[in-house]
């Protein structure tokens, strides 16, 4: 196993004694190679959970651990250097991640620079060179995020994280702020870095279609814990959670003739607040399959299949 998560909990205290559960107790698995797609609406704790993973969130309890090895709940500035090589992060928006003042040397060589074992020679040629695998040119070095569009500057984000050449990435809504033709280019550009550079990604997105498309395992996220873990297909064409089922039935079909016809079930209302969270399902006020017991007692994870799982009374 290349990552571990063990009932991992980061929390969030706000004023007057209020604690925000962005992510309360995930245990999840991912094999080395693998990619895990995590899905979820805004607001269920998945990139507050990547980032708890490699360390951009110091965890308030529970374990992570690389490779077998315990990482640190809170990252030092030297922790940081030392797993940076290992562990990386593309970030959901290409306008805000990259730092207008710098150029795109300055931006993709500064993994290098900070390492202090490259000369500027050195840094220069491998920024050249990955800006060629990453479809960009060389001669793009000297130029400001400001002159690219968000394909290209998503390009220059992917760049930053793999020349490092880590094993593991967070993938953070990559694609969620690109125009569909350009999320494809994306994808595919990713999926050839995975191959080969041996990469295992956590891929978070919320379309489900996508996620399934990119990924071998699903997990699902609903208000900081997981609800159902499995092979992507199925947990996408046999969903057993009715967060999950409804969740797919409201993903937007690609193909429009299709999107027309099939019935629409959308989830009623809005995700509720992760904040001071009470015992119970926590999905128990918009669940259509809601018991008398969903609402005090918490569900414990199930195992459906040897690598299927869901967290509902429905199956206990
Ligand atoms: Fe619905 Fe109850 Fe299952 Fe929660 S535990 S998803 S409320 S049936």
Redesign the pocket.
Known sequence: MLIETVQLKKHFTLGRGQILHAVDGVSIAIEENEILGLVGESGSGKSTFGKALIGLHARTSGEAFYNGELLPARFSPKDHLHYSRELQMIFQDPYSSLNPRMTVLEIIGEGLRIQGQHSKSQIRDQVADWLSKVGLHADHMSRYPHEFSGGQRQRIGIARAMIIGPKFVVCDEPISALDVSVQAQIINLLEELKQSMGLTLLFIAHDLSMVRYVSDRMAVMYLGTL?ETGPADDVFFEPK???TQLLIESNPEPDPKLERTRPHIPIKGEITSPINMKPG?R??DR?P???EH?KTVT?AVTSLSDNHTVS???YQ
């Open positions: 609800v959670h009715p967060y399902c999905f128990a669940c399959k809601v018991m969903c569900p509902c009374h429905l």
